[in-house]
């Protein structure tokens, strides 16, 4: 399948937005986002950005205030997810201008909007800014 699941996590370990794409009941949900969390925050800047937890390879990066967390199965290309993560940010930058974590808060709708455009069951099915962007702009058009 790929992407199993996508976390938005500030640097005090809340999570602001969680995205799954195989099905997990709420308390193992709980328990993953905590321990994945826990193990990822603890990390350097001087340590790669790939960790393995339980049938997973966590791939993540650190922008400003955020952490964009992308559990995967573990035959998946880890540059290629860190590519995805940097689309995301850019896509989400070209939006909001300058992504931060109000903005998630504050337009989390739009977040997950941006995030279903992207992948679908647990696939990359776009990449082009543009056209990810294109219906939120039409939709607040409209409104």
């Not at 709420?26 to 986002?33: P, T, W």
């Not at 860190?82 to 739009?110: A, P, Q, S, W, Y």
């Not at 279903?116 to 543009?130: D, L």
Request: glycine residues 4%; hydrophobic residues 40%; contains cysteine.
């Amino acid at each position: 399948m790929g992407i199993r699941f996508i976390l938005m996590v500030n640097k005090q370990g809340q999570t602001r937005l969680a995205q799954y794409y195989e099905w997990l009941t709420l308390e193992e949900r709980r328990a993953i986002e905590g321990e994945i969390v826990r193990k990822c925050l603890a990390r350097n800047e001087q340590q790669c950005s790939f960790v393995e937890h339980r049938n997973y390879k966590i791939v993540y990066r650190r922008y400003a205030s955020l952490f964009f967390l992308v559990g995967v199965d573990n035959d998946e290309n880890e540059l290629a997810i860190l590519e995805f993560i940097h689309l995301l940010v850019e896509t989400m930058d070209r939006h909001f201008g300058n992504v931060c974590e109000l903005d998630i808060m504050f337009h989390l709708e739009k977040a997950h909007f941006m995030l279903e455009e992207m992948v679908m069951n647990g696939c990359i099915v776009e990449t082009s800014k543009s056209n990810i962007l294109s219906p939120i702009q039409l939709m607040e058009k409209t409104s």
